[in-house]
C-alpha cells in the first residue's frame, strides 16, 4: 500500500518567517494530495490540496507544490502568523476502485510553532 | 452544505466497558466514511471505512468493531474497552474521486 513520510516532525520559525513543510509517498499511482491543519484540541481541518496534473497551487499565504517524479509534495507558509501554529499533516490518496477508492494516506504530522 | 456530526464529545468509561460512538452525516448521500483514532500527541491512524450500507474494512485487528445500518450512519463499538483504547476518536466523510475528506468534532475518550 501507500507510504506517506513527512519531516520535520517540528518545526520552530519567528513570525513573518517562511516554513516549509515536506513530504513523500511511495505509490505512483497517487494522485491527490491534502494538507489539514489541526489546532489543540480541534478537528484536523482541510487547508489546501493538490491534484496530479497540478505542479502547483496557492492560496494566500499557503502554496502547495508537487514533482510526480520524485514523488514528493511540499507545503509553504509564508509570513507566518502565531495563530498558524498547529500540526499539519500531509496525506496522499492512490486512484483506485472498489473498496480502496477514497481512501487517505496520512504522515505523522508536524508540529509548527510560530514564535512573535 | 454538508455537516458531519459525531457524540458524545467526550466520554469516561471504565476499562472492560462497551462502547459506542455514533456519527452521522447531513446534506450528501452515499457517502464514503472513515473512523479515526488520534493517540495523545500523534497521527491519524485509520481503523474503518466504508463505502457503503454493511460495507466494512478494517486496517488494524483490534476489539474494536464499525457497522454502517444507514446511508449516513456511522458506528464505531467495542464490547470491552481496554486502557489503550484511550484517545481521540474522529469520524470522516469523503465523496468522489479524488477524495476530499472532511472531519467530524470527534470524541475524547478516557478509558480508566
Known amino acids: 500500500g501507500e507510504n506517506v513520510e513527512q519531516h520535520p516532525s517540528t518545526l520552530s520559525v519567528q513570525e513573518g518567517d517562511s516554513a516549509v513543510i515536506k513530504c513523500t509517498y511511495s505509490?505512483?499511482?497517487?494522485?491527490?494530495f491534502p494538507w489539514y491543519k489541526q489546532e489543540l484540541g480541534k478537528r484536523p481541518q482541510l487547508i489546501i490540496d493538490i491534484r496530479s496534473n497540478v505542479g502547483e497551487k496557492k492560496d494566500q499565504r499557503i502554496a502547495v507544490t508537487l514533482n510526480k517524479t520524485a514523488k514528493h509534495f511540499s507545503l509553504h507558509i509564508t509570513e507566518t502568523q502565531p495563530e498558524d501554529s498547529a500540526v499539519y499533516f500531509c496525506a496522499a490518496s492512490p486512484r483506485g476502485g472498489g473498496s480502496t477508492l477514497g481512501r487517505l494516506y496520512f504522515g505523522r504530522g508536524t508540529q509548527l510553532t510560530v514564535w512573535p | 452544505s454538508q455537516t458531519i456530526h459525531q457524540w458524545p464529545a467526550t466520554l469516561v468509561q471504565p476499562v472492560g466497558s462497551p462502547l459506542s460512538l455514533e456519527c452521522t452525516v447531513e446534506g450528501t448521500s452515499n457517502p464514503n466514511l472513515y473512523w479515526y483514532r488520534q493517540a495523545a500527541g500523534r497521527g491519524l491512524q485509520l481503523l474503518f471505512y466504508s463505502v457503503g450500507i454493511g460495507q466494512i474494512s478494517s486496517e488494524v485487528p483490534q476489539n474494536l468493531s464499525a457497522s454502517r445500518p444507514q446511508d449516513r450512519q456511522f458506528i464505531l463499538s467495542s464490547k470491552k474497552l481496554l486502557l489503550s483504547d484511550s484517545g481521540f476518536y474522529l469520524c470522516a466523510w469523503g465523496q468522489g474521486d479524488p477524495n476530499e475528506q472532511f472531519f467530524g468534532p470527534g470524541t475524547r475518550l478516557t478509558v480508566l
Open positions: 505509490d505512483s499511482a497517487s494522485n491527490y
